[in-house]
DNA sequence: GCATAAGTTCAAAGCGCTTTGAAATATTAA
DNA sequence: TTAATATTTCAAAGCGCTTTGAACTTATGC
């Protein structure tokens, strides 16, 4: 079923079915309702390449998907995709999700820029330096990152305040006594675990602690990984009374090495994670609750992406930049009641 | 840089262009050599929308994401998809994620297979009785279902044997002397959890084992839920002294129950859980490590892709329905050391 | 009653590609 | 050399939609 075809039975053009059907104002209410009427009966749907063809627009986001990367941060990547994809159901857009070798990402990027595919490109865990930001900044590709990265052009981004979260949350533990504090977290090359680095960093120079490069250590988030580095700070001496741990599956492996290690956690050693709002793994239902920064993923997976349509929207492809900062709460729970002075 | 472009400065027409690009045989070597060399230096990509609009094919496949529904069976949706993701992308085509607010599902699935948006379908997480396999088989867009349903006619799916699998695990526990065994499932109107169920039931049938229904409790893949389902169970008298655990986040919570009844795991209670690997929360690196079924849910997402693939390449729209059925192993570790007699 | 404006409808071009069927050219056979 | 064949190229139609610019109706004002 065409539209030619239900013009045809219409007795109308297929102009007017088409202006009919996309509630253009130049068509009588009585032949929009006829129109709209036999659509429905016929089950006429439009094709939509022929449509994007026509139109230019696809009503598609992209997103890259580098399948060795373990899905962006993997467990993360879940709820992300749901603040995502409640945004578009209202936009009624699509997502083409682009699965690509990492090798061939930044060609795929720039490919993007040309060939009309998507409409705008969601870019998630931007690197210290992102070489996607880089190449996209040149084209007139929407786009909008989630997180920031170093670019001496302005780009659109929604970010939550990493630095200053986990400023907060070591500023919290060093009020609390504690003077050794392990730091968990994820591949520094990334911009987010960067920030946080940076704001555990800062604060502890702002409180003359000397920073001791032996407390932080990265790796990828898994629960194995939250152990292992959990059970190497133990081995430091002196011994951490505190750990600042960027995720929740981190914090799972953690305790696991702090238990097995026969150390009460928040009793033995405090503990504050950053919390994404992972539904299935909530910080208020450890034992003890855990202390915790936190922000939701799903929430800043919406906001980017009502960014990324507004961008989409505007056209104005020369400065309809825009910054968001998502807020980041610091939730006192059990895993901090220990106190060192 | 469109096709026609192209052509022109190559003083060749766009159909000689347009196949010497595509690989057909009807252009002389040198010709093609020419057009590639001047198609690459252009930066040329042919234009999606009108392949597609020509071709009839999108070279996408969809999934349409209820955006209520928790991310299909969350924590596992990304596994899932980085499987899918592989394989298209040795495939060269992209995904299309529709949100879609489960009020419309049904009818964005009527809509899809009339409207050419994708080349095929992935249905995952099929019900008992799922409504979207019986509006499908009807139409001719290829689908394959993640798992299985009743339906009269024929469909190609990829499962795993879930109802065998939890058999098996029911019999082990029963060989290691337990009478009383929990089950904490997922939710039962869908097939899997469904499966599993009647797996389990059937196992203590043959046992002679009097199936207590107040021994099964379904919830939503959350850790807290998980520890609500031990914590109910712990309650049943007499005591179940053993546990099987349709999935790992549900083995979080329900271990963090047992413990705070002051039951080791393992120990006072043999524990089986389902993993499907989540490879940042692996069952070999739990305390004590889990014995499970298990199945990678990846390989999974790989391999339906793979048979969704083959149905839209062979076009043989009757009949090249696939069946699949993934194997399950059952590894036996630390947690069913415990031995009742 | 007529000019003007406002409201409706339409034919046709165009979006950028593929593909059919014919034409031009090169190759081979007789 | 010429006819027959194989190879290479092309013009044009078509995919299903939107949108421009013109045309036809109906309403409005004087």
Do not use: W
């Amino acid at each position: 079923m065409s539209l030619k075809e239900l013009s045809q039975r219409l007795g109308l053009s297929q102009t007017t079915v088409s202006r009919a059907l996309n509630g253009y104002p130049e068509v009588s209410e009585r032949t929009r309702q006829r129109v709209i009427q036999l659509a429905r009966e016929m089950n006429y749907r439009p094709n939509p390449s022929a449509k994007s063809l026509a139109t230019g627009r696809t009503e598609h986001i992209g997103i890259v998907l580098p399948i060795e990367k373990n899905l962006f941060v993997e467990p993360l990547f879940g709820e992300y995709l749901a603040g995502v994809a409640q945004f578009l159901a209202e936009a009624d857009m699509d997502i083409t999700v682009i699965p690509t070798p990492l090798s061939q990402e930044l060609e795929v990027y720039e490919q993007l820029a040309m060939s009309g595919r998507v409409d705008g490109l969601l870019i998630s865990s931007p690197a210290v330096n992102d070489a996607r930001v880089a190449s996209l900044v040149g084209s007139n590709l929407p786009f909008v990152v989630h997180g920031r990265t170093h670019c001496d052009q302005t780009y659109s981004y929604c970010d939550i305040d990493n630095q200053g979260a986990f400023a907060r949350a070591t500023r919290l533990l060093i009020e609390l006594g504690h003077q050794h504090i392990g730091l968990i977290n994820g591949d520094q090359s990334l911009n987010y675990a960067n920030d946080r680095y940076l704001g555990y960093k800062s604060t502890l120079e702002q409180y003359s602690i000397t920073y001791d490069p032996s407390l932080c250590v990265q790796g990828e988030i898994t629960e194995e990984s939250g152990f292992n580095a959990a059970a190497q700070l133990l081995m430091h001496r002196p011994r951490p009374s505190a750990l600042l741990i960027s995720n929740m599956i981190f914090a799972l492996g953690a305790m696991r090495a702090l238990r097995q290690h026969g150390l009460e956690p928040g009793y033995d050693v405090a503990i504050i994670v950053h919390d994404d709002y992972l539904p299935y793994l909530r910080a208020d239902k450890f034992d003890p609750p855990l202390t915790t920064t936190s922000s939701p993923i799903r929430k800043a997976g919406y906001e980017i992406t009502k960014m990324l349509h507004h961008e989409i929207e505007v056209d104005d492809t020369a400065h309809a930049k825009q910054q968001q900062l998502l807020e980041v709460e610091l939730i006192i729970r059990g895993s901090t009641r220990i106190r060192r002075n």
